[in-house]
C-alpha cells in the first residue's frame, strides 16, 4: 500500500481523533482500489478547524497510466457544485435581493404562466419544482431530458433572436405538481444561476468564484481550469485527456456555434473543479458560522437555515427510492438512515463519479473525499461513499 501525505496542521490526537482511524481508511481504500471499485482516491480531514489528515492511494486517471494520485490532485466535482450556487443564492438573499419564498417568473420570464408560474425559488432549491428530473432517475417513459430538450431545439433554431434554452428546458411541462415530489435536477440549479446572473449582474460562475472562491481562498478551484490545474487533474478518458491538453498547451480549438451556446449556460449544477482540501475550506466555513480565516461569505443564521430540514412528508421515488419523506436543507443534502453515523446537525452531498462532502456541524468535522468509480455495478455503489463516511466519523474520541 502506497500512500502519499499531504500537508496537516496538526497530530489527529490534538483535537481529540483516533489516529489508527486513520490507518483503517487506508486499508479499506487500498482493498477497493485492488478489488477494481475505484481507479483511486483521494481525501482531506479536518476535526476542530485543523487539518488532520490528508492523504492519496491509487492512481490518477482511468487509462491505466502508473501515474498516482496526489493529495492535492484536481478533479470536477460534479453535483457538489450545487451547494455553492445554493450559497451564492443565500448571498443574495442576505442581500435583500430577493426572498426564498418569491416565484420564479419575478426574475425569468419563462415561468410566468401556467404551470410553472407557481414555482418558486425555494422548490428549486429542494428539487420539488415538479420540472422534469435528471435522466435515468426513474425507470418510467418520459420525455426527453431537459438537456436533450436544449440540444434539439438548437438545432431547429432559426438564428433569430437570442436562443432561449431555459425555455427548451422546460418545455416537457412538469412531471409532478409543483412541491409534492423529490426529484433530483441539475437543469433546475442551472436555472439558479441565471437567476443569480440577473440579480448580481454577474455571471454566475464568476459571482462564484469572486464572491465564495476567492475569499476563502479556495486557489486550486475553478469552473475553467488553469494549465496548473489541468496539470494536476484525474484524466476520466481520452477525449478528456485531449482537452486537458489543450488547456496545458494553450492551443484550445476554436468553439463551434453549438459549443458557445453551452458555454452561455451557467454551469451552477455540476462544472466546477476542485480539491479536497479547497472542499474542506468550503466546509469549514459553514462549521463555524459561514465565516473562515477573517472572511464571511454567509451569516451565521443562513447556515442554520441551509442546514434545517426544509420538507415535510414530502416522498423521493428516484433511483428506486421509496422514502414517504425527504430530508433536505438549502442545496444540501441531510439524510438520516442507518447508513450513516454523524451527527443530526449534518449536511452533505454527493458528486457523481464519484465524490461527497460531509459537513458535521456539531463535532466541527469536514471531509472530502474523491474516489472515482471503476468497474461499479450500475455505475454507483455505496462502499466508497457511505462506508468511507463511517470509517471517518469512528475516529471521534
Known amino acids: 500500500m502506497n500512500v502519499i501525505n499531504g500537508k496537516i496542521d496538526c497530530k489527529p490526537a490534538e483535537t481529540g481523533y483516533d489516529e489508527s482511524r486513520i490507518d483503517k481508511l487506508n486499508e479499506r481504500l487500498q482493498n477497493m482500489i485492488d478489488r477494481k471499485l475505484v481507479h483511486g482516491a483521494t481525501y482531506c480531514i479536518s476535526h476542530k478547524g485543523k487539518i488532520i489528515a490528508n492523504g492519496s492511494l491509487g492512481r490518477n486517471n482511468a487509462l491505466g497510466e502508473d501515474t498516482p494520485m496526489q493529495p492535492d490532485t484536481v478533479f470536477g466535482i460534479a453535483s457538489i457544485t450545487k451547494t455553492f450556487t445554493a450559497t451564492a443564492i ?39 419544482s415538479g420540472l422534469y428530473p435528471d435522466g435515468g432517475c426513474f425507470d418510467e417513459i418520459s420525455p426527453k431530458s431537459s438537456w436533450e430538450l436544449v440540444s434539439d431545439a438548437f438545432r431547429l433554431w432559426n438564428k433569430e433572436g437570442g436562443f432561449d434554452w431555459i425555455a427548451a428546458g422546460i418545455s416537457a411541462g412538469l412531471r409532478r405538481p409543483v412541491g409534492t415530489e423529490w426529484q433530483y435536477s441539475s ?79 451557467p454551469a451552477t449544477g455540476g462544472g466546477l473543479s476542485s480539491t479536497v482540501r479547497d ?6 466555513a459553514f462549521v463555524y458560522g459561514g465565516r473562515l480565516d477573517g472572511a464571511r461569505i454567509l451569516g451565521r443564521k443562513s447556515v442554520e437555515k441551509m442546514s434545517k430540514v426544509q420538507l415535510s412528508g414530502v416522498p423521493d421515488h428516484c433511483w428506486g427510492a421509496q422514502e414517504p419523506n425527504r430530508l433536505y436543507g438549502i442545496g444540501f443534502d441531510i439524510r438520516r438512515t442507518p447508513a450513516f453515523s454523524y451527527s ?54
Not at 91 to 120: A, C, H, T, Y
Not at 195 to 212: D, M, Q
Not at 213 to 218: A, I, N, V, Y
Open 90 to 128: 443565500m448571498q443574495l438573499v442576505e442581500d435583500g435581493i430577493f426572498n426564498l419564498n418569491d416565484p420564479v417568473s419575478d426574475w425569468l420570464p419563462q415561468f410566468r404562466k401556467k404551470p410553472f408560474s407557481d414555482i418558486k425559488i425555494i422548490h428549486l432549491l429542494t428539487h420539488t
Open 279 to 284: 472542499l474542506v475550506r468550503f466546509g469549514n
Open 344 to 397: 443530526d446537525r449534518t449536511i452533505m452531498h454527493e458528486g457523481s463519479g464519484a465524490s461527497s462532502i460531509d459537513f458535521d456541524l456539531d463535532e466541527e468535522l469536514v471531509a472530502a473525499w474523491y474516489v472515482p468509480f471503476n468497474e461499479v455495478p450500475n455505475g454507483w455503489c455505496p462502499e466508497p461513499l457511505y462506508n468511507v463516511q463511517n470509517i471517518i466519523w469512528s475516529g471521534l474520541i
Open 187 to 265: 437543469f433546475v440549479f442551472c436555472v439558479l444561476g441565471e437567476i443569480i446572473t440577473r440579480a448580481s449582474g454577474v455571471f454566475a460562475p464568476e459571482y462564484i468564484e469572486k464572491n465564495i472562491l476567492k475569499p476563502l481562498k479556495m486557489q486550486d478551484s475553478a469552473f475553467e481550469l488553469t494549465p496548473a490545474l489541468a496539470k494536476r487533474a484525474f484524466v476520466c478518458d481520452e477525449d478528456e485527456k485531449r482537452y486537458l491538453d489543450y488547456i496545458i498547451s494553450g492551443n484550445m480549438p476554436e468553439r463551434n456555434d453549438e459549443q458557445k451556446m453551452w458555454d452561455s449556460i
